[in-house]
């Protein structure tokens, strides 16, 4: 069993920055790769961005340039520096562990990007 513990969701104005970090706990052996979906209102839950234990990393269209994932592979954590926030960026961001048997997710920490 995993789990995943999001924090550093919060407010921030249009172009402020935040930094939202994953920490996995239990049997975090068989993790190969770790990331990050968002779930906006009305929206469907979308991939952000993902990152292996080779240090592969996969990035949305919409966030490349801006966001930047990295894992700590020794902590079992990672984080997601988000930068150049838009207001489309305003949504519940949820951690998820892919392992080879299933993946985890995490319950989720809120993003709200507005004046």
């Known amino acids: 069993q995993v ?8 407010l921030v104005q249009p172009g402020g920055s935040l930094r939202l970090s994953c920490a996995a706990s ?5 993790i190969y ?4 979906y968002r779930q ?3 929206k469907q839950r979308e991939l952000v961005a993902t ?7 996969n ?7 801006r966001f930047t994932n990295a894992r700590d592979n020794a902590k079992n954590t990672v984080s997601l520096q988000m930068n150049s926030l838009k207001p489309e960026a305003t949504a519940v961001y949820y951690c998820y562990a892919n392992m080879v048997t299933r993946g985890y997710w995490g319950q989720g920490t809120q993003v ?3 004046s």
């Open 3 to 10: 789990q995943l513990v999001e924090s550093g969701g919060g």
């Open 26 to 30: 239990g049997s975090t052996f068989g």
């Open 33 to 36: 790769a770790m990331g990050w």
């Open 40 to 42: 906006a209102p009305g």
């Open 51 to 57: 990152l292996t234990s080779g240090g592969s990393t």
């Open 59 to 65: 990035y949305a269209d919409s966030v490349k340039g």
């Open 112 to 114: 709200t990007v507005s």
